[in-house]
């Protein structure tokens, strides 16, 4: 299997340092050479090229965040003349301006290779039919998985999201047997499989789902599997390092495998910059070893989330990221309490809800508010108002007991809080808006 690559993901930790030292080498040298405004920051840091002989030395490299790539906007970091450039992807927006990355043919085939390992690590092959339904266009979801599904030689269906009876149609006319979309659109489409008065593995044959682009958890990860019959995988990735396939899961379905060859991993406090060891929480920062059109070398994600190199059943050697948590910038700060929407999300999948949510955060008389609104599940629709009362309350104390800090919890009709297609956006923060 092509796209399963034994001799790089199975390498010892020795031959994987090697060759990120020799990379990383080169690709300092190309983004310093072409990227003036990354040149500037090195040398306002103090640093050379010549200064950086192995990845031993790259903690003495600069930082590079969200806030230079919107300072060089739009063409302030590409690394070539834009006569090599075939292709840009956007970020989504969902923290404010959006970023655009550039992509040579080479930048393209690289990111399309690591999807197409995501999709071998999800047991898939050509004889594969795989439905992607991440949105298409500027998002990197769609395209991204679409390469590696026509890498791997899968009959790739380019659904983009949306109009889910239509994608449940062609799941059964052409038996697809892949599924690739947000997780938050995954459930949608098991809820509406339901509701068609479909079941999984007889009116639908899917095996295995891929899905990433947001964060979701393991309670999330159960329930997709049961209302679709599969296994679902997680992936991971975002523009600024090419999109969806920076991190894919594998068989043992904990922790995804960063592809080591193409990209540098660490952990830092995003408070102090400083390098952390393996297996502590902090913010991920990606160096990218192969780029040519967009060189991102220490790019803060803002992500927070632990790494771990231990040993896999699937064999792969590559460092593990666990599910991030959420963005620092997702972090609600409550009442001077953190709260990360994932938890609350954890207690209410717990008790039986549906992941149809939504947390307003407010404040009132300089008191922080959290409301969380969340559907009653389909046995409820008989309850009474006074079991509805009971089970706000339960859910309340749940809530309590795992972010700390109370919630007035409103349980509403089902079909009453909007559908994700793409990534769900499921925090209402109003101090941001009176702030
Ligand atoms: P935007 O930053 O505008 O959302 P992207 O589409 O590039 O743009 O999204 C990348 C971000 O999506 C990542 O930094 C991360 O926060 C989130 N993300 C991607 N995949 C996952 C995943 N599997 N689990 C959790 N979060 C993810
Ligand atoms: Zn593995």
């Not at 063409?75 to 970020?91: C, M, N, P, Q």
């Not at 990197?140 to 009959?155: I, R, Y």
């Not at 995003?270 to 967009?294: Q, R, S």
């Amino acid at each position: 299997m092509k796209y399963y690559q034994p001799e790089k993901e199975c390498a010892s930790v020795e031959e994987i340092r090697a060759w990120q030292s020799e990379k990383l080498v080169k690709q300092v040298k190309h983004a310093y050479d072409n990227v003036p405004y990354y040149r500037d920051l090195m040398d306002k840091q103090g640093v050379k090229p010549e200064d950086i002989r192995s990845i031993d030395d790259l903690h003495k490299l600069p930082f590079i965040s969200k806030y230079d790539l919107r300072e060089a906007y739009p063409y302030g970091f590409l690394a070539v003349d834009k006569s090599e450039v075939v292709r840009i992807h956007s970020t989504s927006g969902t923290t404010g301006r959006r970023v655009i990355a550039f992509y040579t043919q080479h930048d393209v085939d690289l990111w399309e290779e690591c999807c197409a390992r995501a999709i071998v690590a999800a047991g898939g092959d050509k004889n594969d039919v795989v439905q992607v339904a991440y949105g298409y266009g500027l998002f990197t979801g769609g395209a991204g998985l679409h390469g590696g599904s026509h890498k791997v030689g899968s009959m790739t269906l380019p659904m983009s999201s949306g109009n889910t009876e239509r994608q449940i149609q062609f799941m059964q006319d052409l038996g697809s047997t892949i599924l690739c979309c947000t997780p938050s659109y995954a459930a949608y489409i098991g809820e509406v499989l339901k509701n068609m008065g479909l079941e999984p593995n007889k009116d639908i044959h899917l095996k295995a789902g891929i899905f990433g682009a947001e964060p979701w958890t393991e309670e999330m990860r159960r329930g997709i599997e049961k209302s679709l019959g599969i296994k679902a995988y997680d992936i991971y990735g975002l523009t600024e390092i090419s999109g969806p396939g920076v991190a894919f899961e594998c068989s043992e379905q904990k922790g995804m495998h960063i592809n080591e060859d193409h990209f540098i991993a660490e952990i830092i406090n995003p408070e102090t910059g400083e390098v952390l060891p393996e297996g502590t929480k902090g913010e991920l920062v990606f160096t990218c070893l192969d780029k040519e059109a967009f060189p991102m070398i220490r790019y803060r994600t803002r992500d927070i989330c632990v790494l771990k190199r231990e040993k896999c059943s699937c064999g792969r050697t590559f460092i593990k990221m666990a599910k991030p948590m959420g963005r620092s910038d997702d972090m609600l700060i409550i009442r001077g309490v953190n709260v990360f929407p994932s938890q609350i999300e954890t207690v209410l999948l717990e008790q039986g809800y549906q992941p149809n949510y939504r947390i307003e955060v407010d404040r009132v008389d300089n008191n922080d508010t959290l409301d969380v609104f969340v559907e009653v599940t389909s046995d409820d629709i008989s309850d009474t108002v006074k079991d509805i009362t009971v089970k706000e309350k339960e859910l309340a104390m749940a809530i309590r007991n795992m972010i700390g800090i109370g919630a007035k919890i409103h349980l509403v009709p089902i079909g009453s809080i909007e559908r994700s297609e793409g990534k769900a956006k499921r925090v209402i923060d109003r101090r941001k808006l009176i702030d």
